[in-house]
């Protein structure tokens, strides 16, 4: 029999690259999204497949039917979504997981939490490793996030503790790709759309500060090992291309690759941006053998040639 597999966040950027691949895969999917973020236009393909369900709904509320497996991605992830309503973020995370936990417990189902590498905050380890706590602001403009996210993994690891509960963490980093929102703010976008409308490209702070990037087919390859992997597997598992570059070179790169006439602009820095983020990848590889395979200047041709059409 299909597996029936609830995707919350499923119009989302990354939700909708998975309902894909999950439908692919011969899965009955349920899409479920308040649209808050995502995009009608990210599924409206998909709508043809008698495998697939579009449910709008806001996971902050309960629901319940049955399902196989979770993958709980809904939440707004880029700093000027989440920062729009802080208070509606932080419950779409602490909620969001609970909703998914519980669902998740009445039918002895998989369940998968979609966590950030913004749990490390501005760290001061480098690169990130799983064993690392992190560096976090409690309280400050991207704590709505930050702490949202780190309070889902709690949640999900005492469900796992004191229920037995089957869950799945991983922590994304950058990740960029066709069907990201051209007005989400965050770096590669706001690079792109800039450097194609020929407008000055915004860096902030002094332009050294670093990023790593992965390319969006390599991280949902990544969710579905993850997800079928052992049991005793839970994670918190690291998934993002550790090669790193600063804000410089990324406007660089995408002026290049565009042919853009656009001159580099400096602006100030927003509150708590990291200083460097790159993730340590080698548990995923010896869990499941995952690393990237697509490097940035491929994937940001792709990206660039999908912003192409949409602008």
Same mark, same amino acid.
């Given at each position: 029999?299909?597996?029936?597999?609830?995707?919350?966040?499923?119009?989302?950027?990354?939700?909708?690259?998975?309902?894909?691949?999950?439908?692919?895969?011969?899965?009955?999917?349920?899409?479920?999204?308040?649209?808050?973020?995502?995009?009608?236009?990210?599924?409206?393909?998909?709508?043809?497949?008698?495998?697939?369900?579009?449910?709008?709904?806001?996971?902050?509320?309960?629901?319940?039917?049955?399902?196989?497996?979770?993958?709980?991605?809904?939440?707004?992830?880029?700093?000027?979504?989440?920062?729009?309503?802080?208070?509606?973020?932080?419950?779409?995370?602490?909620? @969001?997981?609970?909703?998914? %936990? =519980? /669902? +998740?417990? $009445?039918?002895? !189902?998989?369940?998968?939490?979609? *966590?950030?590498?913004?749990?490390?905050?501005?760290?001061?380890?480098?690169?990130?490793?799983?064993?690392?706590?992190?560096?976090?602001?409690?309280?400050?403009?991207?704590?709505?996030?930050?702490?949202?996210?780190?309070?889902?993994?709690?949640?999900?690891?005492?469900?796992?503790?004191?229920?037995?509960?089957?869950?799945?963490?991983?922590?994304?980093?950058?990740?960029?790709?066709?069907?990201?929102?051209?007005?989400?703010?965050?770096?590669?976008?706001?690079?792109?759309?800039?450097?194609?409308?020929?407008?000055?490209?915004?860096?902030?702070?002094?332009?050294?500060?670093?990023?790593?990037?992965?390319?969006?087919?390599?991280?949902?390859?990544?969710?579905?090992?993850?997800?079928?992997?052992?049991?005793?597997?839970?994670?918190?598992?690291?998934?993002?291309?550790? @090669?790193?570059?600063?804000? %410089? =070179? /990324? +406007?660089? $790169?995408?002026? !290049?690759?565009?042919?853009?006439? *656009?001159?580099?602009?400096?602006?100030?820095?927003?509150?708590?941006?990291?200083?460097?983020?790159?993730?340590?990848?080698?548990?995923?590889?010896?869990?499941?053998?995952?690393?990237?395979?697509?490097?940035?200047?491929?994937?940001?041709?792709?990206?660039?040639?999908?912003?192409?059409?949409?602008?």
């Amino acid at each position: 029999m299909k597996k029936t597999v609830l995707v919350t966040g499923g119009a989302g950027f990354l939700g909708s690259h998975l309902c894909e691949r999950l439908l692919a895969k011969g899965c009955h999917v349920i899409c479920m999204d308040n649209f808050y973020t995502g995009s009608w236009e990210n599924v409206r393909p998909l709508t043809e497949n008698p495998d697939f369900e579009l449910l709008r709904h806001d996971v902050t509320v309960p629901y319940s039917f049955y399902v196989d497996e979770i993958f709980n991605l809904a939440c707004p992830a880029s700093p000027p979504h989440y920062q729009r309503d802080p208070i509606a973020t932080f419950k779409t995370s602490i909620f @969001g997981a609970l909703n998914a %936990l =519980e /669902l +998740a417990d $009445k039918w002895h !189902a998989k369940v998968f939490q979609a *966590s950030t590498s913004e749990v490390y905050g501005d760290a001061l380890v480098h690169p990130q490793v799983e064993s690392y706590w992190g560096n976090v602001n409690p309280d400050g403009i991207r704590s709505c996030y930050d702490e949202g996210k780190r309070g889902a993994e709690t949640l999900f690891f005492d469900y796992h503790r004191q229920h037995g509960t089957r869950i799945k963490i991983i922590r994304i980093f950058n990740t960029y790709g066709p069907r990201m929102n051209p007005n989400d703010g965050r770096v590669v976008s706001n690079f792109i759309i800039q450097a194609l409308k020929g407008e000055d490209i915004t860096v902030y702070g002094d332009g050294t500060q670093t990023r790593s990037f992965c390319y969006v087919d390599d991280l949902i390859r990544g969710f579905q090992l993850l997800m079928d992997s052992d049991e005793e597997i839970t994670g918190p598992v690291n998934m993002g291309n550790p @090669g790193e570059f600063t804000m %410089l =070179e /990324l +406007a660089q $790169k995408v002026i !290049a690759l565009t042919g853009s006439r *656009s001159k580099i602009v400096h602006r100030p820095l927003p509150g708590d941006d990291p200083k460097q983020r790159r993730p340590d990848i080698s548990l995923a590889g010896r869990l499941f053998g995952w690393k990237p395979e697509i490097m940035l200047d491929e994937g940001l041709e792709k990206t660039i040639a999908y912003f192409k059409g949409v602008i």
